[in-house]
């Protein structure tokens, strides 16, 4: 049985009152039965999740399944121990106290020593007998090894002792590793410190069961298991465990010990998050969870259509200077598609341009155009013609029966599901052609050029600070010496200056001293002030004195001056490094190749977001039920209901931080476009019904008057 978080896991029980016609989910690998499916998707994914660890081997990180299969080849392999050895295995094995790392060193320490190669010992050679090695003797004066050998027969009677010299001890080497030896104790046991065997298996081999002496105070049986009996510890061995209080050690094989204390609660270890999201539970430190708003679900198209809605106006959108087709809306989209009174240009232009594509790829579809001798102009009137031949070669029999209805001219009157599955249709043979793959793998090549270019820019600005940071502490260690050397001639000079009444001045970058008379006390005032502040500067003290240079400013407003220019130059390269980073982010986008999903929350839903539209997606986990979030109030909502603690839910909110700025933008656009469009709806209605505009100038019938500026001629 695999163990989860290095524990025994254990598995649902079968629905009370299961019906024998009643349907029901079963987990193929554990048989496990469930009557919901929800109940039954949590555990596939939680079975699915690489937290499990095979019991008999110690590897971790596996799945349920994984772990299963390591544990049935791990026990194949167990099983081929050899039989002569298994008694003396288990017997040293049962009720051992030892690490499991030590204890697979004693053990194979001891079937070493009963290792021989036939019974052939000082020549003698017996069929009825074979000898056991019951202890080494080493004689401390010489260093010489001794054994005392048992005879046994065929029944594991003693028939004879004997001592013999270690050198015609013939040996043979074990037939199995110490990794092997682990896993072989594994799975002979139930638990650890003390290992104790399987019932049946200790049953099988005559290894007796009764607890040893020293642990019969310490452990007793309950529900036929091994448990520690619960001892009251006296006050000094409270404090002294309180003190050394460690976490439990890991035994060789990174197992635990499996010790269960009467009456004790199990100790749990501390969570590592972020885990999956389902094994989540609320905790008291947890911070306060925004409710998370419910989706609008408003949508003109029936429900099931929304998906193949999204995908085909995204394919549109983001392709449109491939299929010369000119962005329109997601709204305008929609509406074109409910709209039932005669063929709309927005519904015919994107026809058009996804068949004139098939043609220019010069596949299936162009030789079924050219065998019916045709013009390859698709034009607003021919346009169905080329329609009803690319249905008749897709030769779906759900698509086929609209052909009738076509050909007729009533492409209009089909419903939301016929024309949005044509679409479909359409985008999935498109994808296919060479055009569209050579213009993907141009892309791709574009975008990994570009992030090439942009490594090799962050490189080359690590080492630049590399180097700076080199240099600034290479200055820091000479200016250091400096100030040593520069504080004992400053001491030396000073004890000159005030004995002899020499002055130090300095003239063209030479240092000459000059003893001088003091002719007033003025002059002399001003020679003994001005030493002591040329030494400071020396020294690299700061002495706020106006000391005059050629362009008459002091020294102070210079170093200002050049601080200033400093942080104007920093500023500046940071903001080129920042306008830089957004431009590669700018042309890695025009590169567009597909539309991923935001992430996922703790139930599965998917969140998209398409630059064109200000909404935000949700998708069901089953993909059946569709919504959107379209204001600020309700993103900040979302962001805030998020557990960071789940591994779906972290990585969703880390995008929907990363494009929070853009997201917000377009909802702006939304709103603003919305604004107008019910202000001038207003407007319409306020007017006589004698200038009352025409429907086509109404904005809700915006989709009426698309026009494709990208066709070709």
Same mark, same amino acid.
Request: hydrophobic share 35%; proline share 4%; charged share 35%.
């Given at each position: ?181 682990? +896993? ?445 979030? +379209? ?29 929070? +700025? ?25 007017? +006589? ?25």
């Amino acid at each position: 049985m695999p163990l989860f978080k290095r524990k025994t896991f254990p598995l649902a029980e079968p629905p009370n009152d299961l019906q024998p016609h009643e349907l029901v989910y079963q987990v193929r690998f554990t048989d496990e039965i469930f009557r919901g499916y929800d109940e039954y998707l949590n555990r596939i994914n939680l079975y699915r999740q690489r937290v499990w660890m095979c019991k008999v081997s110690g590897k971790t990180n596996l799945t349920y399944e994984e772990a299963l299969l390591s544990e049935e080849r791990a026990t194949e392999k167990v099983h081929q121990f050899p039989k002569s050895l298994m008694e003396p295995a288990l017997q040293i094995i049962q009720y051992s106290m030892l690490s499991l790392k030590d204890l697979s060193d004693m053990v194979a320490e001891k079937l070493q020593e009963m290792l021989y190669v036939g019974a052939e010992i000082y020549g003698r050679k017996d069929d009825d007998m074979y000898p056991c090695i019951v202890s080494k003797i080493i004689e401390d004066d010489v260093g010489k090894i001794e054994y005392e050998v048992a005879w046994l027969d065929k029944n594991k009677e003693v028939i004879e002792t004997s001592v013999i010299n270690g050198e015609d001890v013939i040996q043979k080497k074990l037939p199995f590793s110490r990794k092997f030896l682990k +896993s072989f104790i594994r799975e002979s046991t139930y638990r650890s410190a003390p290992w104790v065997l399987h019932d049946k298996l200790a049953q099988s081999y005559g290894i007796s069961k009764n607890v040893p002496e020293n642990l019969r105070s310490k452990v007793s049986f309950k529900d036929g298991l091994l448990v520690c009996n619960k001892r009251r510890k006296n006050g000094e061995e409270a404090k002294h465990d309180f003190e050394n209080c460690k976490r439990k050690k890991v035994d060789g094989s990174g197992t635990e010990s499996n010790i269960v204390e009467e009456g004790d609660e199990p100790v749990e270890e501390p969570i590592k998050y972020p885990i999956d999201d389902l094994l989540v539970q609320p905790d008291a430190d947890d911070p306060v969870f925004t409710d998370r708003p419910s989706p609008s679900r408003d949508f003109n198209v029936p429900m099931e259509c929304v998906g193949d809605l999204l995908m085909v106006w995204d394919f549109c959108s983001s392709f449109g200077r491939l299929l010369h087709l000119w962005p329109f809306s997601l709204e305008d989209f929609e509406n074109a598609i409910c709209h039932k009174k005669g063929n709309l240009v927005l519904l015919v232009e994107t026809h058009s341009a996804l068949l004139r594509l098939l043609i220019k790829d010069n596949g299936e579809y162009f030789s079924a155009v050219r065998e019916r001798n045709r013009k390859l102009k698709i034009t607003l009137i021919t346009w169905t013609e080329f329609l009803c031949n690319c249905l008749e070669m897709i030769n779906i029999p759900e698509l086929c029966a609209y052909i009738a209805t076509i050909k007729r001219g009533h492409y209009g009157l089909l419903d939301a599901h016929a024309k949005l599955g044509i679409f479909r249709e359409l985008v999935n043979h498109a994808l296919e052609t060479n055009i569209f793959r050579e213009k993907l793998d141009k892309f791709v090549e574009q975008r990994q050029a570009l992030g090439a270019t942009r490594r090799e820019e962050a490189l080359e600005e690590a080492r630049k600070k590399r180097k700076e940071k080199e240099r600034l502490r290479a200055e820091c260690d000479v200016d250091q010496v400096m100030d040593l050397e520069s504080k004992g001639s400053a001491s030396e000079n000073g004890n000159h200056i005030r004995q002899n009444g020499d002055m130090v001045k300095k003239r063209n970058g030479e240092i000459q001293s000059s003893k001088q008379d003091s002719a007033s006390e003025k002059s002399g005032s001003k020679q003994v002030d001005a030493a002591p502040k040329k030494m400071a500067r020396k020294q690299k003290v700061e002495v706020k004195a106006p000391t005059p240079n050629g362009n008459g400013k002091d020294l102070s407003e210079k170093e200002a001056l050049e601080r200033s220019r400093d942080d104007r130059k920093e500023v500046i390269g940071r903001s080129s490094k920042e306008r830089r980073r957004e431009y590669y982010e700018r042309e890695i986008e025009k590169r567009f190749i597909r539309t991923n999903s935001l992430g996922k929350d703790r139930n599965h839903n998917r969140y998209w977001w398409f630059q064109r539209d200000g909404r935000i997606f949700v998708e069901s986990s089953d993909s059946k039920q569709w919504g959107y979030y +379209s204001s600020k109030e309700e993103l900040y909502l979302l962001t805030g209901s998020l557990n960071c603690k789940g591994e779906r839910e972290r990585a969703l909110k880390k995008q929907l931080e990363k494009f929070s +700025s853009r997201i917000c933008l377009e909802i702006e656009k939304r709103s603003k476009d919305l604004a107008q469009r019910v202000a001038l709806e207003e407007a319409v209605l306020r007017r +006589s019904s004698r200038v009352r505009a025409p429907p086509r100038k109404n904005p809700a019938n915006a989709f009426l008057e698309y026009i494709n500026k990208w066709k070709e001629d």
